[in-house]
């Protein structure tokens, strides 16, 4: 070994023993089983709020599908490019508003998110009585820049409550609160457009659905914890343990910037691969919520019917959402989980695409469940990754930004490319999306490898790392000789 080697060695072995001992203290202090009892304080009270709002959220944004195939597109005389617009006039005000994450770093969760749920609520329920698409677009427009803030910050909220190895069953299971709501737009649908007194059905759809989400806003102001700190269904040592526990490993001051880490969050080519994973991820995301009721009404079902068929493809997609979510976070292993969901997802979509055969309803309804239950669990494992690999708080906010804001625009590719003139098979925009997700089988794979070479060239200059171990990177974020990136 040479000099410099032998001075590398000692230099790494002298900082592995002050982290050691510097960290053994703060895992002293925050014992294993106040870790549990903190756990479970934030799951019961705090999580499922922010996952009914994640429901509330979708079920706003992804009713316009079920409205048109209740009849709103015709009853309103729109042509396929105007109903277009309607739709991507919420995504172009969504990516527009999607840097305002970073207001929660700054204001009161529960005053902030209180008023985004009401906002958001109120212009649903306007939807129900609009006469033109000028009136339509208007309202989705306001739709997309209360619920813009909300989408993007709810994971990183959840990165103030939860450790990285924590993380990803949380996220996951508040991501796959989309499917869910889906799962409920399609039953609601079914059972709301049977009203035939009054106002039109899909009037009725709006206005049902989005009196909820207004009520709901009251629940936010008085039981959403603002952080670890102002949780009130803590003692006030309780507050200190959860507060000391987000204190190390990957976390910093939630009123603080950190706007070198930020920068650097943006420069990451790690952030630049999740965002496209996103991308083509979201293209389904947004194409199946607006247009999976039309592409089964198209298979030779009524409009009723095809409201119906939706909702059990949706409860199985969120049903693996929480299944990858928990071998993932007991695994660790992201990246081939992603790729293992976008295999599905790609097969589903090669099936509706290839087969054009309105005698085989029966092998595009399974093209319909494959492509569904593929996509949504992949995007969910996908931002829990990136949030996993971002050290500090501030470059996870950048990270999930970038993320946001880039991968949002898919949305507006997926408004386009199931017109009605495509009907019945759909192909163009099935064939699009089968390439997305056999790219993100690349993309995923490709990233696991290239951090798994960086972890091991961390292993040679710095030694091995003991998963338990914990240590603050709040200066050096994910560059901290002891971090490693997760798989």
Not at 311 to 333: E, I, K, M, N, T
Not at 352 to 374: D, H, K
Request: with cysteine.
């Amino acid at each position: 070994m040479s000099a410099r080697d032998t001075e590398k060695a000692t230099l790494a072995s002298g900082q592995l023993e002050h982290l050691e001992t510097k960290d053994t203290a703060v895992q002293e202090f925050v014992t294993d089983k106040e870790q549990a009892h903190l756990r479970r304080a934030f799951d019961r009270r705090m999580l499922p709020i922010v996952c009914v709002l994640y429901v509330l959220s979708y079920l706003d944004r992804g009713n316009i599908g079920n409205a048109k195939t209740a009849g709103a597109q015709d009853d309103l005389g729109l042509s396929s490019s105007q109903w277009t617009w309607v739709l991507n006039a919420f995504y172009i005000c969504y990516v527009c508003f999607e840097w305002t994450v970073l207001l929660w770093k700054l204001l009161p969760a529960h005053i902030y998110v209180a008023a985004l749920c009401l906002g958001w609520g109120a212009m649903a329920m306007c939807a129900s009585s609009v006469h033109n698409m000028a009136g339509l677009v208007a309202v989705r427009c306001l739709l997309g820049i209360f619920e813009a803030s909300f989408g993007a910050g709810a994971p990183y909220y959840l990165s103030l409550f939860y450790q990285r190895r924590e993380l990803a069953k949380r996220v996951s299971l508040l991501l796959g609160m989309s499917p869910l709501a889906n799962c409920f737009a399609g039953a609601l649908a079914y059972g709301i457009t049977q009203i035939k007194h009054g106002i039109e059905p899909w009037r009725w759809l709006f206005l049902i659905e989005g009196l909820p989400t207004v009520l709901f806003a009251l629940v936010v102001f008085f039981f959403l914890p603002d952080g670890p700190g102002h949780a009130k269904f803590l003692s006030e040592g309780e507050q200190t343990l959860a507060i000391e526990r987000m204190q190390t490993k990957d976390r910093t001051a939630k009123n603080k910037v950190h706007w070198s880490q930020f920068f650097a969050g943006l420069r990451d080519y790690r952030n630049v691969v999740h965002t496209l994973i996103h991308f083509m991820c979201n293209y389904s995301f947004a194409g199946l919520s607006n247009f999976l009721p039309t592409i089964i009404k198209d298979m030779g079902y009524s409009s009723v019917n095809a409201q119906g068929l939706t909702a059990p493809v949706y409860l199985a997609s969120f049903l693996l959402c929480v299944l990858a979510a928990v071998v993932s976070d007991r695994y660790g292993r992201r990246g081939f989980i992603v790729a293992a969901f976008a295999t599905m997802g790609c097969i589903g979509y090669l099936l509706l695409a290839i087969v054009e055969n309105e005698e085989r309803t029966g092998v595009r309804y399974l093209g319909v469940w494959l492509a569904v239950c593929g996509v949504f669990p992949a995007l969910c494992i996908n931002i829990t990754w990136l949030l996993n690999n971002n050290g500090g708080d501030s470059k996870r906010g950048a990270g999930l930004a970038i993320l946001a804001t880039f991968g949002q625009c898919s949305s507006f590719l997926s408004s386009a490319v199931f017109p009605k003139s495509d009907a019945p098979f759909y192909t163009k925009g099935c064939a699009i999306g089968c390439g997305f997700t056999g790219s993100i089988v690349i993309l995923s794979l490709g990233l696991v490898f290239t951090l798994h070479a960086e972890n091991k060239k961390k292993d040679r200059l710095h030694g091995p790392v003991d998963e338990s171990m914990q240590f603050d990177i709040s200066e050096e974020g994910d560059k901290h000789p002891m971090f490693r990136y997760l798989l």
